[in-house]
């Protein structure tokens, strides 16, 4: 029995120092200790709205200027799939304790493999969903439709699928919104609109927050 026990305690100490080996050669790695320094050194208030995702909320860097009024904790990491926002839930998600939470992502996931399909991305987000719901049961979750970036063009197809299941799944769901700002960001020809766009087209300007902007002010929780 002793060395069963002994035996046990080895493999839990194997597998968390694993989990953070894994943790630690991430990508993103530098950003979540960037969170925590930023934490340690002006703790956040909780019950604030939290921002979670990829490089759209990074860039964001005004974002607290775009809705005054109201405490916004701005965790997006630039590069970041639904899989990382998964694995990073615990550390930069949970801690805050958000009554609201805004998400931003799934354009990323298929970027990065042409092969991804519409399906897998929606129930990624999906995984990611009840996942938060688990812990913070009573928290808003809000998603931000994938955009029309123009240099992603040629997956059109694929996010407005995924756009589309995503909204569905929330219909589903008791405190939820899904915010379409696909349609606004599209001109008179139903194609991107290149001036909302810095020059990679793909990451917004100031124009494009704007249309943001107006499309979350009215699903803020006071």
């Not at 956040?44 to 607290?64: E, R």
């Not at 123009?150 to 405190?175: C, H, M």
Request: proline share 5%; with cysteine; charged share 20%.
């Amino acid at each position: 029995m002793k060395h069963t026990k002994l035996l046990l305690i080895f493999f839990f100490i194997l597998g968390s120092f694993t989990a953070f080996a894994q943790q630690k050669g991430s990508p993103f790695a530098s950003d979540i200790r960037r969170f925590k320094q930023i934490d340690f050194a002006n703790p956040p208030k909780t019950n604030s709205i939290l921002f979670y995702g990829s490089s759209s909320f990074t860039k964001w860097t005004d974002v607290q200027q775009y809705f005054p009024g109201y405490d916004i904790i701005n965790r997006g990491f630039g590069g970041s799939c639904l899989t990382d926002l998964i694995m990073y839930a615990n550390e930069i998600v949970f801690p805050y304790q958000p009554r609201q939470i805004f998400i931003y992502c799934g354009e990323n996931d298929f970027a990065v493999n042409d092969t991804v399909s519409a399906g897998l991305v929606t129930n990624r987000f999906i995984k990611l969903f009840n996942l938060i719901r688990a812990k913070l049961p009573g928290v808003q979750i809000s998603y931000i439709s994938m955009k029309p970036s123009p240099s992603r063009w040629y997956l059109a197809d694929k996010f407005v699928t995924s756009n589309q299941q995503i909204s569905d799944f929330l219909e589903s769901q008791v405190n939820t919104s899904y915010i379409n700002i696909w349609d606004k960001m599209l001109n008179k020809n139903n194609l991107p609109d290149s001036a909302l766009y810095v020059d990679d087209w793909l990451h917004m300007n100031a124009e494009g927050y704007k249309i943001w902007q107006k499309e979350i002010n009215p699903r803020l929780i006071k």
